[in-house]
C-alpha cells in the first residue's frame, strides 16, 4: 500500500487561490494526495472562487477557511505557498520535505464589474490547475 503525498497549500486568507488549489489536487490526483490549505490569516472561502471551481464540476462550497497554525507541526511532502505575501510571512516551514512559491495574482484585488471578477478568479484558477496538472501530478513528488 502506497501513502499518500500530503500537500499543503498556503495564501494570505485562505478564500481563494489555496482553497481552489487544495480543491483542484483533490480532484485532480486520484486519490493520491492528501491535501490541505490555509492562511496567514483565517477569513471565508471567496463566493466567485466557488463558483469559478463548479464550472470545473468541483464542489468547494463546504470548504472553510483555515488558519496555518495546526499545521506548523504536522509533516507534510510539499508545502506550496500561492501568494506573495504567505511567500514572505512564512519564509521557511517546519516539517516540510518541499517547499515551494507559485506568484499566484489575487483575484480577490480585482475591481469591476460581476464578470471582470469572476474572470479574474476563473484565470487563477486556470494557472493553479495547469501547475498542478505539470508540476505535481506529471512530475511526482
Known sequence: MTTKQRVLFLCS???????MAEGLLRALGGGSYQV????????????????????????ISQHRSK????????????????????????PIFPNAEQRWH????????????????????RRARDELKERIETEIIHAPL
Open 13 to 19: 486568507h485562505n478564500s481563494a487561490r489555496s482553497q
Open 36 to 59: 490541505d490549505s490555509a492562511g496567514t490569516e483565517q477569513t471565508s472561502v471567496r463566493s466567485e472562487a466557488i463558483t469559478a471551481m463548479a464550472e470545473l464540476e468541483i464542489d
Open 67 to 90: 488558519s496555518l497554525d495546526p499545521f506548523v507541526a504536522e509533516r507534510f511532502d510539499l508545502v506550496i505557498t500561492v501568494c506573495d505575501d504567505a511567500n514572505e510571512a512564512c
Open 102 to 121: 507559485w506568484s499566484i495574482d489575487d483575484p480577490s484585488k480585482v475591481t469591476g464589474s460581476d464578470g471582470e471578477r469572476l474572470e479574474a478568479f
